[in-house]
């Protein structure tokens, strides 16, 4: 007795899939995403049966027991939301602002968008020769995509973030400054992040960084790094008194768990 099973073609219940289950039957390959299936024994006719849709047609094909045909279901390619009640990350990333300077970060935070998924963070970063430790509170929401299908789709999401604290500023033993104060910090800027198949974020971050400072030297540098001035333990040389503030682009890469 030939055993049969049903594969039902229906219309698209989804304009937004992007990656497709294939079903091949006979070397005939369909395209498609297969709604639901039932295998629990295959022996008796009824009890195997595949639904697929193929965004096209509502035929229904008939398959032989005989026939050859192999079914590849698509990756899970959705955007995945975070069960626990924290996140931590943990950035990487460079400040522009006289020539190119590195930065680490670290932050841990509550997992609630209607709150702005607030958490608290610290850091270290250089810019002129002075280095920063910031202490910060950080914010973040996502604004991308809106729709809530379109959201539950999407493999990426955009995103507004804010960091805002203090940081610490120091001469690490280089003698480049006579005194170095740190002052307010403030980073605002836009995100885009994708879920990894290990349940975590990957995101880069451009923003606009803003560091309050005061300096006392009597040594100036170059783009480069290299001083153009003499020894500032010399008495001899002009005292050089800053106050202001660093401001430039940020970019930074992080990894959110």
Known sequence: ???????????????????????????????GQILEYFNKDFSYGDSGYI????????DTIIISSEDNYKIKFRRFNSFFEFK??????????????????????FSKGIVNDKILNPGFGIGIFKIDQINFSPFYLSFNKDIFPIDIEKKKNSKFRTF?????????GSDFGD?????T??????NLGVGFKKSTYRNKHISLKIGYLIQKY????????DNTGFPILNNPSSSNNNIIRR??????????FSLIF
């Open 214 to 221: 005061k300096s006392v030297n009597n040594m100036l540098w």
């Open 51 to 58: 639904l697929f849709d193929n965004g096209i047609s509502q």
């Open 160 to 168: 507004i973030y804010q960091n805002i604290g203090y940081s610490i």
């Open 181 to 186: 104060k740190g002052g307010i910090y403030f």
């Open 243 to 252: 106050k202001g503030s660093f401001r430039g682009l940020t970019i930074t």
């Open 175 to 179: 003698q480049d400054y006579i005194s």
């Open 1 to 31: 007795m030939r055993i049969y099973y049903y594969f039902f073609i229906a219309l698209s219940f989804s304009a937004f899939s992007q990656k497709k289950d294939i079903l091949i039957i006979d070397g005939k390959k369909y395209k």
């Open 84 to 105: 626990k009640k924290s996140w931590n990350e943990l950035e990487f990333g460079f400040d522009f602002h006289s020539g190119l300077s590195s930065k680490l970060l």
